[in-house]
T-cell receptor, first 116, second 114 residues
Framework: AQSVAQPEDQVNVAEGNPLTVKCTYS??????LFWYVQYPNRGLQFLLK??????LVKGSYGFEAEFNKSQTSFHLKKPSALVSDSALYFC??????????????FGTGTRLQVFP | DTAVSQTPKYLVTQMGNDKSIKCEQN?????MYWYKQDSKKFLKIMFS???????INETVPNRFSPKSPDKAHLNLHINSLELGDSAVYFC?????????????FGPGTRLTVL
């Protein structure tokens, strides 16, 4: 069965420090992987995706993610966290049964708290 | 110019009532979706439409009936509302196809059933 796991409910980091939000996946074949961010009382916003090519993907707001096939991971990273990065982060994988849609399977979300 | 818009933003109603949520996208996308986000922030897909046709129905109760009058609109009608329907409902759209396109989300409709 396809799935995405985000093992941490919450990640706390001090402003200026590097941050990592973890994601592992389980899918047959080559995965299409995504990260989205949700600010309070807002809809989800796309951050970045991995489809193919370079394993290090750069996205919006200085975020990047590394696709690691051997560890089936797609961790989100940022070299220097900002207080404004505090939000809920979702990892997702494209459902291989999505036919001609872009249907996604989402993880349970990780709340990132950046302290001043 | 809002890419994906939903109305209303808030909806408070009594159990047993019928209500609708409207969604419009101006991105020219072929595919639209409805999601339900519960109080624990879990996000669950309900429906996927492609070119006005229902593609995916994730075993949602038949009290929920989506309607797509054209590619740019996907409305959600809910009959006989129950307490458990209280949640935030998100509409989204994407280009569709097999390329792995990202989805664009609306701001959400917070439904409270009393």
């Amino acid at each position: 069965a396809q799935s995405v796991a985000q093992p941490e409910d919450q990640v706390n980091v001090a402003e200026g420090n590097p941050l990592t939000v973890k994601c592992t996946y389980s899918v047959s074949g080559n995965p299409y992987l995504f990260w989205y961010v949700q600010y309070p009382n807002r809809g989800l916003q796309f951050l970045l995706k991995y489809i193919t090519g370079d394993n290090l993907v750069k996205g919006s707001y200085g975020f990047e993610a590394e696709f690691n096939k051997s560890q089936t991971s797609f961790h989100l990273k940022k070299p220097s966290a900002l207080v404004s990065d505090s939000a809920l982060y979702f990892c997702a994988v494209r459902d291989i049964r999505s036919y001609n849609t872009d249907k996604l399977i989402f993880g349970t979300g990780t709340r990132l708290q950046v302290f001043p | 110019d809002t890419a994906v818009s939903q109305t209303p933003k808030y909806l408070v109603t009594q159990m047993g009532n019928d209500k609708s949520i409207k969604c419009e996208q101006n991105l020219g996308h072929d595919t639209m979706y409805w999601y339900k986000q519960d109080s624990k922030k879990f996000l669950k897909i309900m429906f996927s439409y492609n070119n006005k046709e229902l593609i995916i129905n994730e075993t949602v109760p038949n009290r929920f009936s989506p309607k797509s009058p054209d590619k740019a609109h996907l409305n959600l009608h809910i009959n006989s509302l129950e307490l458990g329907d209280s949640a935030v409902y998100f509409c989204a759209s994407s280009q569709g196809g097999l390329a792995g396109n990202e989805q664009f989300f609306g701001p959400g409709t917070r439904l409270t059933v009393l």
